[in-house]
C-alpha cells in the first residue's frame, strides 16, 4: 500500500528541517496551491515570502522552459546571456550607485559573500549585526544572527568579532520608551559599542534587515535606518542591507531601501528574486566591488543560467503587469481591515509593515507574547483553506505575505477568514463575543 508522503517524508528527512503544515501540494498557481487530494488553498505564506509574483506565473515558467532547451549549466567556464540580462535588470532597480552583481544560489550564500566583501575591501575583521536579526543558516550566518536562539544553540563557537546592538523595535521598546517621547536609545546604544566594545577603524560592516524579518515583522523608524547609513559611512565602514525577504516588491518598492530613502554599499537579495528558482545575488557600486580580487570568491552553480532566465521573467512581470501599483493599493485595504480586527479584538496587540510584509502580533491579557492564540488562529485559517505562517522570537507574530498581483477578491477572502478564525479564538480564550 501506498504510504502517505507526510509519513514517508519523516522517516526519511532529517527532523532539523521544520515545516509549517503538513500539506502534500500536487500543483499550485498564482495565489493558490492545491493538494494532492483535490483541496485548494489561498497561499498567504509565498512560500516563505518567495513567490512574490504567485506560483508558477506563465512568464517565468515559459522563461525557464526556453533556458532549459538550450542551457542548464554554466559552472563558471563560459558566459551567457541570462546573466547578463539579469545584472541589467537589477541596475535598472537596485538603489542608486548599485552596478555589479555576484550570484550564487541562497539567501545565505549571497551574505556569506557580502560578509567577505566587505572584509576583503576595508580590511577590517568586525561586523556588527542586530538581536533580533536572521541572516541565514551557515556559521557565518549564524553568527551574525539572533532571532532565536534555536538557531545557535550547540553551534558555538562561531565566527568572532561579531558586536551585537538591539534593534529598534518601537512596539516592544528595550528601553521601554514610545517612539513620541524617546531619545533614540537605541542609537545611543550603537554610539556606546563603538566606544566601549570595538573602534570604528576595526569595523568592516554593519548588517541590517530593514524590516526584520524572521525576527517579528519589526519597521525601524527612517531615524535609525540613517543613522546606520551616516554613522558608516562617517567611519569607511560598509552597509549592507539583507533584503532576501524585503526585496522584489515585497514592502511595495523593489527593495525597504527605497522607503527609507537610503543606499546601502552592499546589498543582499535572494528569495522573490526568481520567483522560487534558486538564486541569490549580492550587488555593490563598481568601486567597491573592483576592489575584490579576482578568485578571492567564486561558485559552481550560482547565476544558474535557468534561475537567471526565471528571474529576468520575474522582474519584467513585476514591471509590465504593475504589481507594485497593485501592492501598495491593495496593502492599504488589508492594513485598514487588519488595524479595524486589532481594535476589536484584545487579542492583537500589533499590526504593522510595510507593503505585503504585514505582521500581526498576538498577546495575552497583560500584552505579553500570546504564542497559544496564534497557532489556534493559525490552525482554524488553515482548516478554512488558508495558508499563513508566524514569525518573532516568541512565534507570537503571524506574517501576511501574498502575492504582489494577488486580486483584490483573493485578498478579501484570506481576510475574512482571518477574520472568522481569529474571533472564534478570542471568544474560546477570553469568552468575548465580537461583533
Ligand atoms: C532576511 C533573511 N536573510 C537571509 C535569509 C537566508 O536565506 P536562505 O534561507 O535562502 O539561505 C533569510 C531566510 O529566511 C532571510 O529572511
Redo the contacts with the bound molecule.
Sequence with gaps: MRVNVVKRAKKLLTPALGWDTELVVRRARGAEVETKGGKKFLDFSCG??TTNIGHCHPKVVSAAKHQINNLVHAGGVYFYDSIVKVAEELKAITPGAIDMFFFSN????A?EGAMKLAKSVTHRPAILSFRG??????LG?VSISSSNVKYRKNYEPLLSSVYRAPFANCYRCPYGQHRDSCAFECIQFIRDVFKHEVHPEQTAAIIF?PVQ??GGYIVPPSEFIKFLRDFSREHGIMLIA?????GFGRTGKWFACDHFGIEPDII?M??GIASGFPL?ALGAPTKIMKQWAPGAHGTTFGGNPVSCAASVATIKAIREEKMLENCQKLSTEAFSRLQKMKNDNPLVGDVRGLGFMIGVEFVDRDGGPNPEATEKVLNQCLEAGLILISCGVSGNVIRFIPPLNITREQLHRGLDIFETSLQAVAEEELGVAHA
Design positions: 516563505t515570502a541562497s539567501g545565505a550564500e551574505i536579526a536572521f541572516h541565514g543558516r551557515t550566518c534587515e524579518g524572521e539583507d533584503e532576501v525577504q524585503t543582499v535572494a528569495k541569490s
